[in-house]
């Protein structure tokens, strides 16, 4: 079966999170958005664990399912058409701080358990290095060879895949404290890691620029913080509902149908620039002013378009062998803000895109494969000219800089 699946979000206990991120929201979310698999989140964390054990029951090989009672009491609220099969997958995030050849190393990594089980065993062996109530994403200062290793011990199936792999700050490739390859990252243990997530600062045609990336399958998750941004970047699989057969998938290519991406452009660490002053360069000009803010003279955060043409071997606009399918999606919310000319998080959006799911189903299927002309029939004429836009890669962006996230638009300039 195809499946859209989005494996690294976070629960409430993760900073810097809504606090309607619990179980029973994200679920609601992943079958408006039509995710048939969704990451639960911070499964490392003591208390979400315990609610995750206490609400989900297995269901297909290393998947789980709310209990039906809760399914049910949810049911009644959702528009009919998006009732469908939503599973949750043991996930979580780690964030690894250390030092390695004379350098502090920020390093987050996404990893995916196939039970309770191998669970709690990693929860175990992590307890060890750190304090893991204190956030839904821990910090713990080991090394990420070291984590990997755990991983790899804590349950068959196990894995890990390095998080948003090109963020400035933390990441296994960012410009202020990674590695200039994966291999620099995960040392002896690094033929392990088969798939890596180019996160929403970039997406597939940046990374086909690194031949040392191609053998990597490459993943696009969300990193919710909130269930609204569910599915705004996505997997596509061709498997059985199974885990690991969709771990298979990412390892093998066999069954894996590639991914769906908001333009890099929004991600706020896209190019390089200065939030405060309000400043925003192409690398080439940020080269040319040394690395320095023009307006201040503070040094400038390297966005990730600079690293990676820093590390690329191949020229914008080359492929790579095998590449996967991708897609360039926005988020229906910001295409509704767009035509109705109001903010993304207005009544009147909200009013809009939950009439649209009731005449169309589920977001995803309708932004990537929902014949327009259908659209047309069921909801309107300029709606239908945006999705068609969308697709065709019709597309104006404002890049997103120094943690500013970017804007897009589809009928006039950003």
């Not at 991600?267 to 040319?288: F, I, N």
């Not at 020229?315 to 897609?327: D, L, V």
């Amino acid at each position: 079966m195809r499946f859209y699946a989005d494996l690294h979000v976070h629960s409430r206990f993760s900073r810097a999170t809504s606090p309607s991120c619990g179980l029973e929201q994200l679920w609601v979310w992943a079958q408006k958005k039509g995710l048939a698999v969704l990451g639960a989140g911070d499964c490392v964390h003591p208390r979400w664990g315990r609610e995750l054990e206490e609400k989900l029951i297995p269901a297909e090989p290393g998947l789980f399912q709310l209990r039906p009672a809760l399914e049910t009491a949810l049911v009644k609220d959702l528009p009919p058409a998006c009732h469908s099969v939503s599973r949750f997958v043991l996930s979580a995030e780690i964030s690894t701080i250390y030092k390695q050849d004379a350098r502090v190393r920020k390093v987050h990594h996404g990893v995916l358990v196939p039970g309770f089980d191998a669970a709690r065993r990693l929860c175990k062996a992590l307890a060890r290095h750190g304090n893991l109530d204190a956030d839904g994403r821990p910090i713990l200062p080991l090394d990420s060879r070291s984590l990997l290793e755990i991983v790899l011990e804590c349950g068959e199936g196990s894995f890990l895949f390095p998080a948003h792999m090109w963020t400035p700050w933390f990441s296994a490739l960012g410009a202020k404290s990674g590695f200039d390859s994966l291999e620099e990252c995960y040392g002896d243990l690094a033929p392990h890691i088969f798939a890596a997530e180019t996160g929403l600062s970039s997406d597939p045609p940046m990374n086909w620029r690194m031949s040392s990336l191609d053998r990597f399958r490459l993943l696009s998750n969300s990193d919710a913080h909130s269930p609204i941004f569910l599915g705004r970047n996505a997997c596509v699989f061709e498997t059985s509902l199974d885990f690991f057969a969709l771990r298979r998938a990412l390892e093998t290519g066999e069954g894996y149908a590639g991914t769906l991406d908001t333009p890099p452009e929004t991600g706020k660490y896209h190019l390089d620039g200065h939030r405060t002053c309000g400043v925003c360069l192409q690398p080439e000009d940020t080269q040319r002013h040394g690395g320095l803010c023009p307006q201040c003279g503070k040094p400038l955060t390297m966005g990730v378009l600079h690293r990676v043409e820093a590390l690329a071997d191949r020229p914008a606009g080359a492929g790579r062998p095998k590449p996967e399918p991708f897609r360039r999606v926005v988020p229906l919310i910001e295409i509704l803000a767009e035509l109705e000319g109001v903010g993304a998080r207005s009544k009147r959006v909200a009013k809009r895109y939950e009439a649209l799911l009731t005449a169309l189903g589920p977001e995803l299927p309708l932004l990537a494969t929902l014949p327009c002309a259908q659209i047309e029939r069921k909801s309107e004429h300029r709606l239908a000219e945006a999705i068609r836009r969308m697709r065709a890669g019709q597309i104006t962006c404002a890049p997103g800089f120094d943690g500013r996230y970017g804007r897009v638009r589809l009928f006039s300039q950003a």
